[in-house]
């Protein structure tokens, strides 16, 4: 068993889970047991856009629930829990990919020169094919120009060194 800080489980989620999963982790955590209609209750969501969350949590052993019979009606009511151990190296799991491919990313720009013309709807053209299209933008047809990654590597350096601290 290792201590488990709440915070650090919701912000790993945020970065694999999406929006979606966040919010139903967040309220797990503060309250486990909560049933499927309750959880799209506090998030003003519809119930079966909740249960395909849980599902895809339950897919990935993140969470686990509990079936209770209500005697009168014969109803079946669902109560969640957050499996943290598993939520917890799983998320470092999806982390530690996101930053590898981080690193790649960073390595190629890093180390190629590519062509772009500008527009965030076009690709990006290594030289070759840029020769190829006679620097041309395929796409639209606009002049390509070499591309400055120094931002881009700059805000691929923050997202790891973020990361990073997560996995810490
Ligand atoms: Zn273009």
Same mark, same amino acid.
């Given at each position: 068993?290792?201590?488990v @800080?709440?915070?650090?489980v #919701?912000?790993?989620?945020?970065?694999?889970?999406?929006?979606?999963?966040?919010?139903?982790?967040?309220?797990?955590?503060?309250?486990?047991g909560?049933? @499927?209609?309750e959880?799209?209750?506090r998030?003003?969501v @519809? #119930?079966?856009?909740?249960?395909k969350?849980?599902?895809?949590?339950?897919?990935?052993?993140l969470?686990?629930?509990? #079936?209770?019979?209500?005697?009168?009606?014969?109803?079946r009511?669902?109560? %969640?829990?957050?499996q943290?151990?598993?939520?917890v190296?799983?998320?470092r799991?999806q982390a530690?990919k996101?930053?590898?491919?981080?690193?790649?990313?960073?390595?190629?720009?890093g180390?190629s020169v #590519?062509? %772009?013309?500008?527009?965030?709807?076009?690709?990006?053209?290594e030289?070759s094919a840029?020769?190829d299209?006679?620097?041309?933008c395929?796409?639209?047809? @606009?002049?390509l120009q070499?591309?400055?990654?120094?931002?881009?590597l700059?805000?691929?350096?923050?997202?790891?060194?973020?990361?990073?601290k997560l996995?810490?």
């Open positions: 068993m290792y201590y @800080d709440p915070s650090e #919701v912000k790993l989620t945020e970065v694999f889970g999406g929006e979606e999963a966040t919010q139903v982790v967040k309220l797990l955590l503060e309250a486990p909560l049933s @499927d209609e959880l799209a209750e998030l003003g @519809d #119930v079966k856009q909740v249960r969350t849980l599902h895809k949590l339950l897919e990935l052993s969470v686990t629930y509990t #079936v209770t019979y209500e005697k009168e009606n014969g109803k009511t669902f109560r %969640w829990r957050l943290l151990e598993q939520l190296s799983t998320v799991g530690i996101i930053i590898e491919r981080l690193k790649m990313l960073r390595d190629f720009y180390s #590519v062509y %772009w013309c500008g527009k965030s709807s076009c690709r990006k053209l030289f840029a020769v299209h006679f620097f041309k395929p796409s639209c047809g @606009d002049p070499p591309f400055d990654p120094s931002e881009m700059k805000s691929i350096d923050e997202k790891i060194s973020e990361l990073s996995l810490r």
